[in-house]
């Protein structure tokens, strides 16, 4: 079968190289650059040397230009390197130009993204969702694998009367595997299809519960599982790694006013992330498109805290999520207060981003203000009733422990009288047990 090889278990040293090519981008390719090395590192590769190149005139063959080219592979083997890495997009021929040149295995910025969404993947989803993109990825490569397997028939066979009958080749073995490639991708695909038809299933039985949905979106390595954690006093993983998160978690938290809220948390987005990795990760990222509302967490101790804000509406605008609700959240403040340069760049994010809730999940600082932000943002949807309900309709009862919340209770007789906070959409369930409606 095809796929990537497996070389983050094969490369201990490599070379990475980010290329530019308008003066003006200087700075930015910069820091795309120290994101590769921190996307590299998360593979477990170590860094030799990176490598900033302004490229004035690009090369089919290499990108670079020749010599810039041939400079390139010297210093990844004066360094010792068993890989090269770009943090560019590399077409299926240059990278089989640079490997057989440089006689070291080469990877791309995707390849590197798709190598650790592999390693990340734990439910069927996302393993579905990275093999889906990683055989995309490979396909236009299979050349690269299978140069010396060409498989040809031909020649003459003997016809009636000794005629030669001349006869076509027979199918190349790259031919044959490209087949067998688009066969697995099309399975591949409608397995993946069959996973969003039971994720549907799933959502529309939360929304028959009428409960409010918030997604937390953001930059990778943000702080959303952790913030999730916080509200919902929960345990899902949280690393100091780029893409820790892959799989979207739902949690229930209640509100001050007693209203319950599903909170999902979603993958973290990243600068340059390829266009098919959002098309094979539309399952996971849709829950960003179908919530209420959405927490845009960012980091406000990371230098380039403006260009993560664009990436992340840039991604939601491509997905079709970028006009909803949303509430912009900073976390990590606690890393520029100990500092009075911290101080001043936090007192400059207030004064851009005036709207935003500033937060520390990690001390706490600021989360209160956050969730009575989140409440107001959600108030609208329950209303307060006082209600009399009989003892034995413990069905509704019920009803307001899972989705509302009981303010005051008291006996009398074979009814319960009660005052709760009730979801609008579950109003219906209440029609004729109220003693002076919705408050």
């Known amino acids: 079968m095809f796929d990537i090889r497996e070389k983050p278990e094969m490369v201990e040293r490599a070379f990475l190289i980010g290329a530019y090519f308008d003066r003006k981008d200087e700075a930015e390719a910069a820091s795309l650059l120290e994101e590769l090395?921190?996307?590299?590192?998360?593979?477990?590769?170590?860094?030799?040397?990176?490598?900033?190149?302004?490229?004035?005139?690009?090369?089919?063959?290499?990108?670079?230009?020749?010599?810039?080219?041939?400079?390139l592979m010297e210093r990844a083997k004066e360094l010792d390197c068993d890989a090269i890495v770009f943090d560019n997009e590399l077409s299926p021929s240059q990278q089989r130009t640079w490997e057989a040149e440089a006689d070291v295995c080469v990877l791309?910025?995707?390849?590197?993204?798709?190598?650790?969404?592999?390693?990340?993947?734990?439910?069927?989803?996302?393993?579905?969702?990275?093999?889906?993109?990683?055989?995309?990825?490979?396909?236009?490569?299979?050349?690269?694998?299978?140069?010396?397997?060409?498989?040809?028939?031909?020649g003459s066979g003997g016809g009636k009367g000794g005629a030669a009958a001349a006869r076509g080749e027979g199918e190349k073995q790259i031919e044959v595997d490209r087949?067998?490639?688009?066969?697995?991708?099309?399975?591949?695909?409608?397995?993946?299809?069959?996973?969003?038809?039971?994720?549907?299933?799933?959502?529309?039985?939360?929304?028959?519960?009428?409960?409010?949905?918030?997604?937390?979106?953001?930059?990778?390595?943000a702080g959303k599982s952790s913030l999730l954690n916080r509200l919902a006093d929960s345990d899902i993983l949280v690393e100091d790694k780029l893409f820790a998160t892959l799989d979207p978690t739902t949690r229930r938290i209640e509100l001050p006013d007693g209203q319950s809220l599903l909170l999902t948390d979603t993958v973290g987005f990243v600068r340059n992330l390829p266009h098919r990795l959002i098309e094979a990760f539309k399952a996971t990222l849709e829950e960003a498109v179908l919530a209420d509302f959405l927490i845009h967490v960012l980091d406000a101790s990371a230098e380039n805290v403006g260009n993560f804000y664009q990436t992340?509406?840039?991604?939601?605008?491509?997905?079709?999520?970028?006009?909803?609700?949303?509430?912009?959240?900073?976390?990590?403040i606690d890393l520029l207060q100990s500092s009075e340069e911290g101080l001043l760049r936090l007192h400059e994010l207030k004064g851009l981003y005036p709207e935003a809730c500033f937060i520390s999940v990690h001390k706490g600082e600021g989360v209160e203000d956050f969730v009575l932000r989140i409440n107001t943002l959600n108030h609208d949807r329950v209303a307060r009733l006082k209600l009399r309900i009989p003892q034995a309709r413990q069905d509704l009862m019920a009803l307001l422990h899972r989705d509302g919340k009981i303010l005051e209770q008291e006996y009398e007789g074979n009814d319960i009288l009660l005052t709760a906070m009730v979801p609008r959409a579950q109003l219906h369930h209440f029609e004729g047990f109220e003693l002076e409606g919705a408050l």
């Not at 090395?37 to 998360?42: A, F, G, H, S, W």
């Not at 860094?47 to 090369?59: H, M, T």
């Open 37 to 71: 090395c921190e996307l590299v590192r998360t593979l477990g590769i170590g860094i030799a040397e990176s490598n900033l190149v302004f490229i004035r005139d690009q090369s089919k063959r290499y990108l670079t230009g020749s010599g810039k080219a041939l400079e």
């Open 108 to 154: 791309d910025r995707e390849e590197v993204i798709l190598d650790i969404f592999a390693m990340r993947a734990r439910t069927r989803e996302a393993a579905l969702q990275v093999q889906l993109a990683r055989m995309r990825y490979s396909l236009p490569r299979l050349a690269r694998m299978w140069t010396h397997l060409d498989r040809q028939g031909g």
């Open 179 to 221: 087949r067998l490639a688009r066969k697995r991708i099309s399975m591949v695909e409608k397995e993946l299809n069959t996973v969003r038809t039971q994720r549907a299933t799933q959502r529309k039985e939360r929304t028959r519960e009428g409960l409010p949905h918030a997604a937390i979106v953001g930059y990778t390595n």
């Open 312 to 332: 992340t509406l840039d991604v939601l605008s491509e997905l079709g999520a970028v006009d909803k609700p949303m509430v912009l959240v900073f976390n990590k």
